[in-house]
């Protein structure tokens, strides 16, 4: 039988409601969930750039670097069948996100110090094993601070972090590389990881305003009074029977596949297939692609925002966004058809626009199957749309190492957004969301 959650002890009562601190100190988180989210994908980007490098030192084919760039993707994925249910019975979440940040600082500065591949495939899992906890993490503190009109943006600005990344990776890994040596390059970005320390502790000064509950899209009642109404939490049994919870799953099997590919194998796709040289060139190049995709993230979620504004309901909005982005990413069957860097370069800018606005709203649909249960329906959806990442990932290399080209891993990939856009129409529906 569900249970009802009785409603929680008042957690803010040093700040009256009303004041600044309550009406701004939710988008002071959202900027260290930015920042840690910048961390998380630069650690991890790091390898795909400097994958060059790399597979000149150890000699490795498109096969091999297909298994290295696919080790830290498996070992996320995995760590999503346990991580969701820590972090929803974690009671200092203010000291364990810490925690899990130098985990996956200190696993990408001890790749600096690798001597063969293997020891760099294992350091990979274990920073995949760390860096599973950040989404969950983001995706449960927006769900209790944030009104669901507000959740698609904040989901956006967050999740932008992760393009923030892609677009400093390139220029400084790439700088690192080939005026010292590729270490350099894992040993300064892990360091960054320290500095995030500051903000968060200065910003999270007590671990009970992590509690404060969303605040009111219509102004129903006064923020700040640290009472919220009861929420109905499932069990995983439950849970996992929820149509909802398939749909925004299965959406995720498809879509973050695309997203994946363009982190970790557009170097390489750039590099073999239009001749860049590994230099600040193909930085440019790299932080051009990166840039339009982190401005769908900012567009794709205020969009939602604007469109609810005008009397939309919040799915209508984002299943209207969701359409578009789709509509743009299948741009990416006309790479095979056009013959200049320049033109690729066009195709790409708008393939990610449309991924990265879908995207944003995909992180905002899974703080909306089980409140209750946001950090566990995040991770167990993080699972399975990671785990079919990571198989896309690594036989993107064996197929491009046999063919010789993309253009097969193209078509692949635009299945797979069509097989998410079905998903998306037929089991997000309002009976099934818990939009409020």
Known sequence: MNQQLPAPVP????????????????????????????????DRQTLSVAIEPISREFGLGNAERGQLLAAFIYAYAFAHLFIGFIIDRVRNIRLFFPAVVLGWTLCTVAVGWARSFDEIRWLRYALGVFEAANFPLCLLLIARIFPAHQRSLAAGIFNSGAVF??????????????????????????????LWLVPWFLIVRKNGFLALPAAPSRDPEPVGTGTRAPVEEHSLAQLIRLPAFWGVALVGVGLLPGWYFMSQWLPTFLTQIYRLDFNQALGNRLTLVYFVQDLGLWVGGGLVAALSRRGLSVLSARKVVIAGGYVLMMSILLLPLVGSLTAALGVLCVYVFGLAAWQANQQAFKQDVSPARVATVAALVGFFETASSAFVVQKVGEVTQRLGGFNAVFGLLAACFTFSLAAAFYFLRPRWLKIK
């Open 11 to 42: 957690v803010n009562q040093t700040a009256p409601s009303g004041s600044w601190f309550v009406r701004t100190w939710r988008w002071g988180v959202l900027g260290t969930l930015f920042l840690a989210t910048f961390l998380n994908y630069f």
């Open 165 to 194: 990344a892609t677009l400093a990776a390139p220029k400084l890994v790439i700088y690192f590389s080939t005026n010292y040596n590729w270490r350099y390059s894992f040993w300064a970005t892990g360091a960054l990881g320290l």
